[in-house]
């Protein structure tokens, strides 16, 4: 029985170039070749280069720019945001880079930009919906997350980030509040796993690569019902373990670095 193999490894997509990804520059690497690398848990890591690059800009951009004109940047990041999405389309290449996915960020720096300036029109504006409509509102946020995948064609590519990024803005408003019937403390476990949820999403792949590789070692079928289950859980428990250490010991200490800053 052969256990000794890299289950991370995969026959489909290119080798990848390390000192790119860890530079945080792979995703480039993946715009020119048009895949994703074989290799996991870079494939997911595209992602994650963008968000290096945008905190990256954002950093700069909040140094230099005074808070009262951030709603200048905000209109006209959105406006390159579609305007670069639209040539990335046309150009037929994969949009995994910043400026395509800026007003992303954009539209989830509203809420907190809005909460800061104007914390009691924000909080009033939010008590004054009733939970019923609160409630509707999150269904129909959801229900967009559900069908979007669903929609395959060119004006959906172009049409959805805005659909989406403007939904989500105005859910995590509805969420942020202190008196929001919605509002979630620290102290929630949603917000305690919200800790390790960079290290979930990286270490999930090569933990789903791993088991299904021992799994099929050992001869067990996943379309049994109680296989599957105790595969889902192993994994969740082993990429939870994961996260947990990554946190502890790599990421808590340079998220302790702000406060020399």
Same mark, same amino acid.
């Given at each position: ?27 480039? =690497? ?28 954002w ?30 389309? =046309? ?12 007003d ?26 009733? =939970? ?7 269904? $129909? ?22 659909? =989406? ?14 008196k ?37 070692? $050992? ?43």
């Amino acid at each position: 029985m052969e256990l000794l193999h890299l289950p991370s490894f995969s026959s489909e997509g290119y080798e990848p170039n390390w000192l790119l990804y860890s530079l945080f520059l792979g995703n480039y =690497q993946s715009i020119c070749l048009g895949s994703f690398p074989n290799v996991s848990p870079l494939p997911v890591m595209w992602s994650l280069c963008i968000e290096e690059h945008f905190y990256l800009l954002w950093g700069i951009l909040s140094y230099f720019v005074k808070l009262n004109k951030m709603p200048y940047f905000f209109v006209g990041g959105i406006i390159l945001a579609n305007i670069a999405r639209i040539a990335f389309v =046309q150009l037929e290449l994969n949009t995994s880079e910043v400026l395509t996915n800026l007003d992303f960020f954009i539209y989830g720096a509203i809420p907190a930009y809005l909460i800061v300036r104007f914390p009691n029109k924000v909080e009033n504006k939010v008590l004054f919906f009733s =939970q019923e409509l609160k409630i509707l509102i999150t269904l $129909f946020v959801v229900s967009i997350v559900i069908v979007s995948p669903l929609i395959s064609n060119s004006i959906k590519e172009l049409l959805m980030p805005s659909v =989406q990024g403007i939904t989500f803005a105005g859910l995590i408003t509805l969420f942020s509040p202190e008196k929001s019937d919605f509002y979630i403390s620290d102290k929630n476990i949603l917000s305690i796993m919200g800790r390790y949820s960079y290290g979930m999403y990286l270490f999930h792949g090569i933990w789903i690569s791993f088991f299904i590789h021992i799994f099929s070692d $050992f001869g067990i079928s996943l379309h049994i019902g109680i296989y599957a289950i105790v595969f889902v859980g192993i994994v969740f428990l082993c990429t939870l373990g994961s996260a947990w250490l990554s946190y502890r010991f790599f990421e808590r200490p340079f998220l302790n670095l702000k406060r020399k800053f």
